[in-house]
């Protein structure tokens, strides 16, 4: 029998081309402790810092401290069914949150996982948790009034759109009040509202829910929980997952007014997340980078430029 070279070159050749070689390479680490929400895996060299990675019983987290021999992992989800010595695997993604007007309307926990039994949120977008502010050549100066529907603010001590308001008060003295009567002034003005419920009781976002459906602001507003029973974790994410949905009407040329209720809760959250990742503290035992964690909250909110 003869063989004729070109031929086989020729077969060997389409071979070659028609290779498919698509393989699927993560990288994995191994749990060494967990408890308190966090775990410390050891093995993910290559890990990013605020990359997911996927536990066994299908909770994610969040890469959160990066060491030179572990990293400390915030859990987002269920860990009381994770236990030392369980296999970690790293996605290679940032978190990410649906948005756009799928979840307008909506009761979601801080990762867009909805909680007010309407079924599922069909969106087709998506937006990254954490991102960059805009740069200061993007933005508007304030100029346009954001009516709150509350005189003595209106007339003296106005709100302008993109512009950051902090309220402050003793407890019980309408604080929550005041952020709901500007969200259901907007309806009928083309704003989107939302509003992000961090550590509050269940009972009191209840409460707010209620007042928003009977005025009809439920039609556009969305509702981010991570209440009193929520692990710190959710607590930390909560209001950057609530600007990420916000940011997209912000970007496609929209307004939206997003109240976050409140964020010294948030702090505390953070502070335990450091306290338990052994990170140096500060005053009162909060990390040196407390004030970055807001400042890189609240700067992403701004009035762009056409």
């Given at each position: 029998m003869k063989f004729n070279s070109d031929e086989i070159a020729a077969v060997i050749q389409k071979e070659?081309?028609?290779?498919?070689s698509q393989v699927d390479v993560r990288e994995v680490g191994t749990v060494l402790e967990v408890g308190d929400g966090i775990a410390r895996v050891y093995g993910l060299s290559n890990v990013m810092s605020g990359e997911m990675v996927e536990f066994p019983n299908?909770?994610?987290?969040?890469?959160?401290?990066?060491?030179?021999?572990?990293?400390?992992?915030?859990?987002?989800?269920?860990?009381?069914?994770?236990?030392?010595?369980?296999?970690?695997?790293?996605?290679?993604?940032?978190?990410?949150?649906?948005?756009?007007?799928?979840?307008?309307?909506?009761?979601?926990?801080?990762?867009?996982?909805?909680?007010?039994?309407?079924?599922?949120?069909?969106?087709?977008?998506?937006?990254?948790?954490?991102?960059?502010?805009?740069?200061?050549?993007?933005?508007?100066p304030v100029h346009e009034p954001m009516q709150t529907g509350i005189k003595a603010i209106d007339a003296m001590t106005p709100i302008g759109r993109g512009q950051r308001e902090l309220i402050i008060g003793d407890r019980k003295t309408g604080k929550t009040a005041v952020a709901i009567d500007a969200i259901i002034n907007q309806k009928g003005k083309g704003v989107k509202c939302f509003y992000v419920a961090i550590?509050?009781?269940?009972s009191s976002v209840a409460l707010v829910i209620d007042a928003l459906e009977k005025n009809g602001a439920m039609d556009y507003t969305t509702v981010i929980v991570a209440g009193a029973s929520a692990p710190a974790p959710l607590q930390y994410v909560a209001p950057y997952a609530g600007t990420?949905?916000?940011?997209?009407?912000?970007?496609?040329?929209?307004?939206?007014?997003?109240?976050?209720?409140?964020?010294?809760?948030?702090?505390?959250?953070?502070?335990?997340?450091s306290l338990l990742m052994r990170r140096p503290p500060g005053r009162e035992a909060f990390p040196g980078d407390v004030f970055y964690c807001h400042s890189r909250l609240l700067e992403r909110s701004a009035k762009l430029s056409k």
């Amino acid at each position: 029998m003869k063989f004729n070279s070109d031929e086989i070159a020729a077969v060997i050749q389409k071979e070659i081309e028609t290779f498919g070689s698509q393989v699927d390479v993560r990288e994995v680490g191994t749990v060494l402790e967990v408890g308190d929400g966090i775990a410390r895996v050891y093995g993910l060299s290559n890990v990013m810092s605020g990359e997911m990675v996927e536990f066994p019983n299908g909770a994610i987290g969040l890469a959160f401290n990066l060491e030179e021999k572990s990293v400390g992992v915030i859990i987002l989800g269920d860990y009381l069914s994770i236990s030392e010595g369980d296999e970690v695997k790293a996605l290679g993604t940032l978190l990410s949150v649906p948005a756009g007007d799928a979840v307008i309307g909506r009761v979601l926990d801080p990762l867009g996982n909805p909680i007010d039994g309407k079924g599922p949120v069909n969106a087709t977008i998506s937006r990254p948790v954490e991102i960059i502010a805009t740069g200061v050549a993007e933005r508007q100066p304030v100029h346009e009034p954001m009516q709150t529907g509350i005189k003595a603010i209106d007339a003296m001590t106005p709100i302008g759109r993109g512009q950051r308001e902090l309220i402050i008060g003793d407890r019980k003295t309408g604080k929550t009040a005041v952020a709901i009567d500007a969200i259901i002034n907007q309806k009928g003005k083309g704003v989107k509202c939302f509003y992000v419920a961090i550590g509050q009781k269940d009972s009191s976002v209840a409460l707010v829910i209620d007042a928003l459906e009977k005025n009809g602001a439920m039609d556009y507003t969305t509702v981010i929980v991570a209440g009193a029973s929520a692990p710190a974790p959710l607590q930390y994410v909560a209001p950057y997952a609530g600007t990420a949905m916000a940011e997209h009407f912000m970007f496609n040329g929209g307004h939206a007014l997003i109240v976050y209720d409140d964020l010294s809760k948030q702090a505390v959250a953070y502070r335990q997340l450091s306290l338990l990742m052994r990170r140096p503290p500060g005053r009162e035992a909060f990390p040196g980078d407390v004030f970055y964690c807001h400042s890189r909250l609240l700067e992403r909110s701004a009035k762009l430029s056409k």
